[in-house]
């Protein structure tokens, strides 16, 4: 599924296996067509009658490369596919597609776990890899509200919970850009407008935090955690379902907190940033602790996915580059990924091979680069 | 002109004739060099001394792709195909023109009718096609100011004409996006701030509205009409002559107006987009009620024009996509909005099918979604 | 190094000499390891601990193309390449890089001079080019505010001092763009908001100036000058090391101040405009007197530089479009800059020969244009 004649080294590189930097857990049960069809959309919604989900680019590579993993011939009909899902079960869908990624090991955003959901464990066990924790900074936050009692109690636990939460962790991440969009005042809030926002919080507990004010304060009490514990800040950036606007969530917002960031030595992992990931490269490229990953990209772009992976190439450096498949809902997202990025990556190299620009040993060197060693580096696995 | 070596169901699907979802008029009369220049320039300018704007993408598209059409050789000099223009006479051209774009529909935005522009019915009647009219809601408010004689009138007239107009219309159409942007307030205006402002309105009838609170009434009375009668309204974004920046017409900016339309039913069409045109996939792929036409762009990008339409299905659905020339002024721009929208989606469709993504089947289907097929269900013609 | 089976003459006229319309002085003196690498970086740092400035597209093409022009094998390791630079030394190094880019005429901004650099005529002689001057405004305002004593006295020197620089140069050149953003109140500022802001300059005259009054002040007194003499006037847009995002440097957002341009004739140069630069193409579509130059994102771009010179050939006029390398700091920048300039057009021209969209004599016509031919006249060389 590489392009032909990439030289071995190189095809080796792009084979060996991988961190998927960026997953979350797949559903454990048997899924009919309408769950299935919702979890494989980007709004969660069902598609407009007369129309199917699977009639987008990631349906088709669900039909194409998925299928055969069953069993299946390429490009069966949504009907086929679903059919043989259900004969094999969930348990062995899921270990066929999540060990066809070939990943050795996955950072699970742990913010969305549920009882549908395979746990981080569960993730790693299917998949025949490592399962290591990102703990995801506002379900904590919500943790904490359903419980806090008072506004001091909320900061302080807070600060417990995210102290507590990390020892486990590899890493910390961020949505706050479908929250309130990445352009908020970078500074850390004063603590009397914190406990001041507290206090309306608390009266809603169960919704979301929106307020940019708790917002930053988490933030800033995430990156003192994270700085104690020397651990990367991930950082959701680009398209998602939430939000007053895709524009909203540009990286380029975020330069102002990127740089009061610096100094701390605090790594930034800019996740998906689609399509404003040539944004995230310029970012990566002059702040010496920012990184990017446009995984999700790939996922979803599918048979346009190698367009994401060559405008990064075109100015991240190779060292700041990261592989997340962004894998969510259903298994099949974790094994595209893999996929995609291997086949797109693997296209960027064969072009710049071609061209007589890059020299095999290097075109091998950052097949590994950014396969597993700069996530390696990173989060000091 | 499509790419070589596509299978023949591939071929044909990308053949059958097309529903141009947005076209204007184009000239009636004979054109000398210095109104067809500025009728092809996006600025409506005449070119800087020692320049011409046959040197643009569209200029030598128009040599390269039109000349044939007029019996010239292929790259003829502007001035032997202008004379061949003249020669043939303005009724040829535009037969000959309008009827090599293969349409079997045209919805034409009337909003731009003037006696030297052919009207839908001629439009249709040279190119061999069936003419539908989609209203333009800015168009008719001018109308309505030019002769309310009060706020109140003013606004009961909008409502009255919008419901008249709307009758023999398939669509409205809203060009907000060059009058104040596309991140104006999505909610509906308060009665009395509209009546001021009608008041300031009507003591300069005869210009294009730009006041917001106006354009944002107008737009809510246009969708009470559309939710009634079932039209789609398209909504102009991306690059164009007006406004006070091309930032400000990124669809991105009407996430909330999106949003609030979503539970009413009211389709919604972006058309251009370019080069935002990621963002409108995206607006597209996440909403159901959201689609989304990139053809100017591909009018006008032409031997350049293939990258917009990949950029666009790397997330947009296929049953989202749709096609229009955005014909304008000159015949030429409707015969290339269809030739490049065929040789884009060819060339798109030719690499999936040599990489191995899509089924041959898949290909055939899609094209005949996109060309026609999405437009019908759309539009209910 | 051009593609091949390009017809003769599209060859010849992009291997012709050519108008490098963006440079910046060079280093003359010798480069051990760390200034070099900080030099090739875009922020101006260190790499991070465990990673080199080399891997990056920039440094990958040092070692491909630069390394040869010292008599090295391609891919040479970066501690090849500095050894045999230090033993040719930093004169040879600069006469062979410079030279190679094949440059007729370098117009320099002389904005950054310094001691360690070479100054504009020696970058001439070391290239064995002819070197214009471009003054930078920022720089002139430095100097001005330095010496004024009072507010008055800061104005009157502003106004004398671009009349006095300007008349040894071809053209001025703003950043604007990373000291406020570009999205600047784009009227001329009052008189008296002048004086006031100019007062609180000259408390603090060793910063960099930052006050959105004064910047659209010194732009003003900028445009007056210019006018009167025919001069143009550069604009930095899109990515760059400074500012509060990369989003504010989105050309878009000088749409007001280049509308104020229009009607006095001075020709803005939009520089750099990368990820932006379909942006400034659509600005130079619609302006008569907008021109644009993507230059730098070529030599950064390097392997992968040639989609943004595909995607700003989507819609720019080919009259309007210029040839700079952006070249700073090291002469390898612009080589690579004329170099990555010559192979992104010469892909763009085999591509739409080879689709036969373009004559071949349209082609090297084309080819002149952007090179050298456009800057003649903008520049009136």
């Known amino acids: ?12 590189a792009l084979s060996a296996p991988l961190v998927d930097q960026h997953c979350h857990g797949v559903r454990r049960d048997d899924l009919t067509r309408a769950p299935f069809e919702t979890l494989i959309s980007t709004g969660g919604l069902p598609a407009p009658p007369g129309t199917t989900h699977f009639d987008t680019p990631l349906g088709a590579a669900i039909r194409r490369w998925c299928a055969p993993v ?24 899921n270990r066929r597609l999540l060990g066809a990624a070939g990943a050795l090991t996955f950072l699970v955003d ?3 776990e549920s ?3 395979l746990s981080a464990a569960e993730l790693g066990r299917f998949g025949s890899a490592v399962a290591d924790e990102i703990i995801r900074i506002e379900q904590i ?10 506004a001091l109690d909320y900061v302080d636990s807070l600060a417990e919970e995210l102290t507590a939460r990390a020892v486990g962790a590899v890493g910390m991440k961020t949505v706050v850009a479908h929250r309130c969009g990445l352009g908020f005042d970078p500074s850390r809030p004063a603590r009397g ?50 939000g007053a606007g895709p524009h909203l969530a540009d990286p380029s917002r975020l330069t102002g907190f990127i740089r009061a960031l610096q100094p ?22 002059v702040h010496p602790h920012v990184h990017v990953d446009v995984g999700p990209a ?5 048979a346009g996915a190698w367009r994401a992976m060559d405008e990064l190439l075109e100015l991240a450096p190779f060292h700041k580059q990261l592989f997340g498949s962004g894998c969510a809902g259903v298994a099949e997202t974790c094994h595209l990924g893999a996929f995609f990025f291997r086949r797109s990556l693997g296209g960027a190299l064969k072009t710049r091979l071609d061209a007589g620009e890059w020299s095999t040993a290097d075109a091998a060197r950052v097949a590994h680069m950014i396969g597993s060693g700069n996530a390696r580096r990173v989060y000091r696995l």
Chains 1, 2, 3 share one sequence.
């Open 1 to 12: 599924m590489l392009p032909v004649d990439l030289p071995d080294t190189v095809r080796e």
């Open 70 to 93: 069953l069993d299946l011939e390429p490009h069966v009909a949504p009907t086929v596919y679903l059919a043989r899902r259900a004969e094999l079960g969930a348990d062995e869908v």
């Open 110 to 112: 742990t913010g969305v």
């Open 115 to 117: 009882g549908e959901l």
């Open 141 to 150: 936050e919500q943790d904490v509200a359903e419980v806090a009692e008072a």
């Open 193 to 242: 407008s914190v406990l001041a926002a507290a206090n309306r919080r608390l009266s809603e507990p169960k919704e979301p935090v929106t307020d940019p004010i708790l917002l930053r304060h988490l933030l800033w009490t995430a990156v003192d955690v994270a700085r104690e514990r020397g651990l990367p800040l991930q950082v959701h950036a680009g398209f998602g379902a939430g």
């Open 264 to 285: 701390m030595g605090v790594p930034v992992v800019l996740l998906h940033c689609y399509p404003y990931h040539r944004q995230a490269a310029h970012l990566a490229d």
């Open 298 to 302: 790939l996922t979803r772009g599918a």
